[in-house]
């Protein structure tokens, strides 16, 4: 709001106090005749208008400036150095694409025998967010058996990848989920692994590709406890959703132990269990490491024939009984089994 503010008269008021003075001088002396009367002095000029003078407006307060964007948090993993495969207790720790650790926790998981190639691509193109460590200890699963029948044979494993993952650069590092895996013979490591309690509550995830199998007395029949027993407690535990336990396997035959097939059909008779038939095919993976491995024409996806879903414990039947058959479960197995572990770790953060 503007108020009026009246402009002081200066040359109007000086020129009326002037001729103030002046009559009161000729009244002292004789009063002038009408016809020597003296000169009138001219009025002064009516002093300028009074202006309206606007005062200014207040300045506007300025808003308050907003606080700067806090600065993200530096991922754990921000400095990590990948660039390299890390010996491992004579094996190697790979670290998949698909790997990534925000806070410092990582995953691993543990893949007993199988091509280390064709292994890591499988983890890569299923999109697991694990580290993964692959042994390839030699032929037959005996010497698997023999390198996890004492627990100091995990432990070390676990110890030493928890080192590379600090020398590596992983700010805060420190291991949240253990993963198994295996693929033909490598299934002796697994059950001497679970026959351990102070790791079988530590695993969360198994995976057998094309590799559960039994042995049994040749006069009984009796199946061989200690390679079964552990699969179907496991199995337990993966019916009730604590765990998670993927089956996927072929018809190949064999001779003086059961094959995959049985084997399987053991562990879901224990769990309560049944197959169903199916067709639902699953693809190829596109990976470098695939080629060449079997010939052109066997390279083609499994032919799916029953499968099973209880929980946890997820069972896939495929045909097949020949050798390309078992390299192709080791070539697939991104597809046909892995999308169940990254389904079941990404629901169980």
Known sequence: MSRRVRAPVVLGGLALVATAVGYMSLGARSAPTASAAAPVEPAPAPAPAPLDVAE????????????APAKPAERADAHFDRSWRAPLAGGLLMFPPSWSSEDGAYDLVLHLNGNTDLVEENYGFAGVNAVVAILNLGVGSGVYEDRFADPAGLRLI?????????????????????????WSSGYGGIIKILLHEEFFDRISAIVLVDSIHCGYDPHTKELKRDQIEPTKRFAKKAVEGKALLTIVHSEIETYGYHNAHRTTDFVLQSVGASRTPTTVWQPLPNV???????????????????????GELHVRGYGGTGPYTHMLHLIQFSTTALPDLVKFWGRHH
């Open 56 to 67: 200014p407006a207040p300045a506007p307060t300025p808003a308050p400036l907003a606080p």
């Open 158 to 182: 676990l110890s030493r990848a928890q080192s590379v993952m600090v020398a590596r650069g992983l700010k805060n590092a420190r291991l949240r989920r253990i993963g198994l895996s295996a």
């Open 288 to 310: 470098p490491a695939m080629k060449h491995v079997v010939p052109n024409a066997y390279m083609k996806p499994l032919e799916p024939l029953t499968e099973a879903h209880e």
